[in-house]
Structures are given as structure tokens and as C-alpha cells.
């Protein structure tokens, strides 16, 4: 069974940054559309960013599209998230996921593998 786990989640003040890591031991973690997911206190868990195996390509969820940047190492088979611009509003816990043989479209993809979580909160 595949390991995720996600770190670097923490307590920030409106405008600043948190940088978010998932670790991974996804064997061929280069053939996977990775992404981030988040569900805020009370509400269903929602899609932020994902990453696609092939050509670079990252879809962004409108709420955090513009200040949020996904990566990907693939040697380390790690992916990250860069949050900048932090709003109460981001305030959730966040999931690193991963599919091999997605089914949907990429803003509701069916992961296969998820991590537990990392908490972020965000401070007025």
C-alpha cells in the first residue's frame, strides 16, 4: 500500500506563506497525476491543484489560482504546494493525492492513494 504524507502545514497571519511537502513511496511516482486537495472545518472536502503525469500541465481551483503553485519532483517523489497570499478563508486541512489510471476530469479526478492531512490555519 502506498505512503503519503504530508508535511509543513502550521499557523500563519493573513498575507503570509506556508510551502507544503507530500513525501511519497509511489515506486513509479513520475506516471501519476498527483494533486492537493482541502476541506475547510464544516464543509466537503475540494479540489485545489493537480498535476498531470504528462506535459506539465496543473489545473488550479479558482479560489486559489493566481496565489497557490504546485510542484513536482519526481526524483525525490515528492510534490509541494506554495501558498502565498493567505487568506481565514484557506484556512483547512490539506491532502496530498495521488491516481494512476484517473477517471474524471482533472478539477474531480478519483484518486487512488490519499495522505492523512496537514493542518493550515490561517490568522486575522
Known amino acids: 500500500q502506498a505512503q503519503l504524507v504530508e508535511s509543513g502545514g502550521g499557523v500563519v497571519q493573513t498575507g503570509g506563506s506556508l510551502r507544503l511537502s507530500c513525501s511519497t513511496s509511489l515506486r513509479t511516482f513520475r506516471s501519476y497525476t498527483v494533486g492537493w486537495f482541502r476541506q475547510a472545518p464544516g464543509k466537503e472536502r475540494e479540489f485545489a491543484a493537480v498535476m498531470s503525469w504528462i506535459g506539465n500541465n496543473t489545473y488550479y481551483a479558482d479560489s486559489v489560482k493566481g496565489r497557490f503553485t504546485a510542484s513536482r519532483d519526481n526524483d525525490k517523489n515528492s510534490l509541494y504546494l506554495q501558498m502565498n497570499g493567505l487568506k481565514p478563508e484557506d484556512t483547512a486541512v490539506y491532502y496530498c493525492?495521488?491516481?494512476?489510471?484517473?477517471?474524471?476530469?482533472?478539477?474531480?479526478?478519483?484518486?487512488?492513494?490519499w495522505g492523512k492531512g496537514t493542518l493550515v490555519t490561517v490568522s486575522t
Open positions: 493525492a495521488a491516481c494512476l489510471y484517473c477517471s474524471g476530469s482533472p478539477v474531480n479526478y478519483k484518486m487512488d492513494y
